[in-house]
């Protein structure tokens, strides 16, 4: 069974600029913890990149924004929730000269798929995933095999 979560994780942060480092570093350690270490990387790095869009954003002083993990025997899922269910997010288009921008074609870049949709209760909550290839137990994936740059694309 696929479906079976085999790990989950939520962290609720205040919405203030240490969260977005501390989000990447726990998801960076509990993904490899969790047996996938060639996708600790690119799975800490997307989850930097929605914190940041979900301060920037969707947050609203006294609320929290929610860092969810979870694993099953095929899917590697991060999801950042956020208060502001009105504002979500879409790539935009961006010239070399842009400073901001590049968050989401980074995310669609890293993960295999990602989206956006309600949050339970109110707000939104975006998303990315990444299949996860059958590890017999006991072995351990080659770091930098993973599927970093598959091109993923936003809503699929």
Do not use: Y
């Not at 990149?49 to 920037?56: D, G, Q, S």
């Not at 993990?69 to 095929?74: F, G, K, Q, V, W």
């Not at 000269?97 to 968050?103: H, K, L, N």
């Not at 998303?127 to 993973?146: I, K, N, T, Y």
């Amino acid at each position: 069974m696929s479906d079976l979560l085999l790990h989950e994780d939520r962290l609720d942060c205040t919405p203030v600029a240490r969260s977005v480092r501390l989000a990447r570093t726990r998801t960076a350690r509990l993904v490899a913890e969790w047996r996938h270490p060639e996708l600790a990387g690119d799975a800490a790095l997307v989850v930097s990149e929605l914190m940041t869009n979900a301060l920037l954003h969707g947050s609203i002083r006294g609320r929290l924004i929610r860092v969810r993990l979870t694993a099953t025997a095929a899917t590697l899922r991060v999801e950042v929730s956020d208060p502001r269910g009105e504002r979500v997010p879409c790539p935009r288009e961006v010239t070399g000269d842009d400073q901001f921008g590049r968050g989401l074609l980074l995310v669609g870049a890293l993960a295999e798929r990602w989206g956006v949709g309600p949050r339970e209760g109110v707000g939104k909550t975006v998303w990315a995933e990444w299949g996860l290839a059958v590890v017999p137990w006991g072995a351990v994936p080659a770091v930098g095999s993973g599927s970093g740059g598959s091109g993923g694309r936003g809503g699929r």
